[in-house]
Structures are given as C-alpha cells and as structure tokens.
T-cell receptor, first 117, second 114 residues
C-alpha cells in the first residue's frame, strides 16, 4: 500500500519568503507528526495531530511556524518569513492511533529538503 | 526529561564483521525504544522496537537489540555486516505518559568496507 508522501521533495526559497510543505499520511492513520532534521540539531519533534484533538505544538521553534490538518488527513506545515536557519529536512510521519499506546510505530515520509538562501 | 545518547557518530566495520551501535536512554518511566535506519535521501524506516515484552528484540535485515534496564541501554547489533547496511541509524525513545512524540539520538553513521 501507499506510504506517507510529502511534497515538494526539494524547495529552495529566498530569506523572508513563506513556504508550505505538504504531507499525505497513510490512509486510516489518525495521528500525524512533523519533525525537522538538521545538521546541528539532529531530529526534532515539531507538532503532533491526533484525530480531532487540539494539536501538540510544543516543538514549534517560533511563531513563524504553523501547521494545520484538514479533514483529518492531509497536513500543511507553513513557515513564514523564512530564515537561513530554517534550512533542514522536514519529515512527516503517521501512525494508526497515536495517544501513546503500546509503542506505536511511526511511519515516515521521504521528507522535504528546504534550503533558504 | 527524556533523552537518548548514541555513542559514536561514526562507526566503521568490515564486511562480515560484527555491528554494534550503542544507545543509552534516560527516562523516569519505562520507555518504549526504537531503532530506525535512514538510507541516503530517504525517510526513516523502523528496524525494531521494544515495548516491554521480550528484552531481546529481533528486527528486520538481521538486526537485533537488547533492552537492559540496569544499564539503561538498548544497543543494536548484527552478527555480520553487509555492504547494504551502510546508512545512518537513529535510536529513539517514546514515553507513554508524556505523549507519543519520538525523542531521537543524534544518529550514528555506519560505514561498511569490503
């Protein structure tokens, strides 16, 4: 079956521009996560959606970052007024139930490589 | 707060040699532990996970890991390395009580030479 897909695979933008990154989770998965992978910081949690509950935004590094999930499926991560330090690989993952039960496996997409010039 | 430490950012082995990638965790409650592998320009793929069942966990591609509570460790091993094992490996922890976000180690790059 189809895995987690992300688009675009690569994005080059100029400092100060806004960017939108898209994630399509595995069909039927109710939990969706965004992570950021950068050379200096490794893999960092950004935001977590579970069903219709309010998202856990505790990992977002600044108010320039926001995300939404429409219809419990597709998610968009938006970075406003991009900075060079935003350059990283943005990974999306999904899992069936979320909620912390039974050590659920998170399935990752291939990522979006963002370069801010 | 939970944390994961992977000892050694780079490990090099010869083909056929034992692979040992080290992971130590810090958690105030029994954790769930994961090993993921990332091949170049790809996402993360689950190798194996510990969820409080058997302490010796077998995963894909011949990898296994042993949960040792007394040592707070979850080291990844493979008896005989293949060239195709060259990749970056991440250890991660998830705390049931704190939510489901994974906390990752910095990663270990495994190189395999012929």
């Amino acid at each position: 079956g189809a895995g987690v897909s992300q688009s675009p695979s690569n994005k080059v933008t100029e400092k100060g521009k806004d960017v939108e990154l898209r994630c399509d989770p595995i069909s039927g998965h109710t939990a969706l996560y965004w992570y950021r992978q950068s050379l200096g910081q490794g893999l960092e949690f950004l935001i977590y959606f579970q069903g219709n509950s309010a998202p856990d935004k505790s990992g977002l590094p600044s108010d320039r970052f926001s995300a939404e999930r429409t219809g419990g499926s597709v998610s968009t991560l938006t970075i406003q007024r991009t900075q060079q330090e935003d350059s990283a690989v943005y990974l999306c993952a999904s899992s069936f139930l979320g909620g912390g039960g039974a050590g659920e496996t998170q399935y990752f997409g291939p990522g979006t490589r963002l370069l801010v010039l | 707060a939970q944390s994961v430490t992977q000892l050694g950012s780079h490990v090099s082995v010869s083909e056929g040699a034992l692979v040992l990638l080290r992971c130590n965790y810090s958690s105030s409650v029994p954790p769930y532990l994961f090993w993921y592998v990332q091949y170049p320009n790809q996402g993360l793929q689950l190798l194996l996970k510990y969820t409080s069942a058997a302490t010796l966990v077998k995963g894909i591609n011949g990898f296994e890991a042993e949960f040792k509570k007394s040592e707070t460790s979850f080291h990844l091993t493979k008896p005989s390395a293949h060239m195709s094992d060259a990749a970056e490996y991440f250890c991660a922890v998830s705390d049931y009580q704190a939510g489901t976000a994974l906390i990752f180690g910095k990663g270990t790059t495994l190189s395999v030479s012929s």
